[in-house]
């Protein structure tokens, strides 16, 4: 995706404002339209990790599973958005096997930072 929705664009002006309610309904309302930074997003905060955002596990649980749906459809942007968060282990397990898998798929889908990332990583050795 080479820019965000106007949803996802209103969620982020709302979440600057402070405005949750609003930022999570819109939020919420990108990741539907199967945005995958919108997926993690809303997964984010439900997940308590921002205050001002109500803690809902099944929520959150339920966005990642929409990325994962999404990365599983071969949408390049949910598998970079998942390899980089098993690589850093942003609401799921830390696992570079599994990070490294998803990289894969969209470096193979042309998604271009996913190539850059596993040849940076190949070159360290990583």
């Not at 106007?6 to 309610?21: G, I, P, S, T, W």
């Not at 199967?34 to 809303?42: Q, R, T």
């Not at 905060?45 to 990642?64: I, M, N, S, T």
């Amino acid at each position: 995706m080479t820019g965000r929705s106007h949803l996802f664009l209103e969620a982020m002006e709302a979440h600057n404002r402070y405005d949750n309610v609003t930022a999570l309904r819109l939020m919420e309302a990108a990741a539907e339209q199967g945005d995958p930074v919108a997926c993690f997003n809303a997964a984010f905060w439900h997940a308590g990790r921002e205050e001002g955002f109500p803690v809902d596990p099944q929520r959150r649980k339920f966005w990642l599973g929409k990325l994962e749906e999404l990365a599983e459809a071969d949408n390049a942007e949910a598998q970079w958005e998942l390899g980089m968060h098993f690589r850093f282990g942003n609401l799921v397990g830390q696992n570079t096997e599994v990070a490294n898998s998803w990289l894969e798929r969209a470096a193979g889908n042309e998604y271009g930072d996913a190539q850059h990332q596993l040849a940076w990583y190949l070159e360290t050795g990583q």
